[in-house]
């Protein structure tokens, strides 16, 4: 029904930057909430950043506002995260998550936890070192 395809991880230094793409592949690519979650071994998922891709309203987290940016482009089907300025606590795992049939930002507003969102990517990892 739906398949995500995370893309753009990898190693870099503090300060530097990453761009990571998400590849939406499923019916109504408008009416989504898309989530980026990030895991470290042995700690919970925390939530990034998410879009509602019917206005492009966006969320972040306290701890990436004003270094991660969110864009999507509706001819790839496609969400970015832009991550500047990286720090070494950004190094996890990032998961692209999908709440489908969404119509509204309030709703994806409200949407923090995983257990919201019913599809998820493999997974990119990603490693800034000092």
């Known amino acids: 029904q739906v398949q995500l395809v995370e893309s753009g991880g990898g190693s870099v230094q503090a300060g530097g930057s990453l761009k990571l793409s998400c590849e939406y592949n499923?019916?109504?690519?408008?009416?989504?909430?898309l989530n980026w979650f990030r895991q470290v071994p042995g700690k919970e998922r925390e939530g990034v950043a998410r879009?509602?891709?019917?206005?492009?309203?966006?969320f972040y987290a306290d701890s990436v506002k004003g270094r991660f940016t969110l864009s999507q482009d509706n001819a790839k089907n496609t969400v970015y995260l832009q991550m500047d300025n990286l720090k070494p606590e950004d190094t996890a795992k990032y998961y692209c998550?999908?709440?489908?049939?969404?119509?509204?930002?309030?709703?994806?507003?409200?949407?923090?936890?995983?257990?919201?969102?019913?599809?998820w990517g493999q997974g990119t990892q990603v490693t800034v070192s000092i």
């Open positions: 998550a999908a709440r489908t049939g969404v119509y509204s930002r309030d709703t994806c507003g409200a949407a923090a936890l995983s257990s919201a969102y019913s599809f």
């Open positions: 499923g019916y109504s690519f408008s009416s989504n909430c």
């Open positions: 879009i509602y891709t019917g206005d492009s309203t966006t």
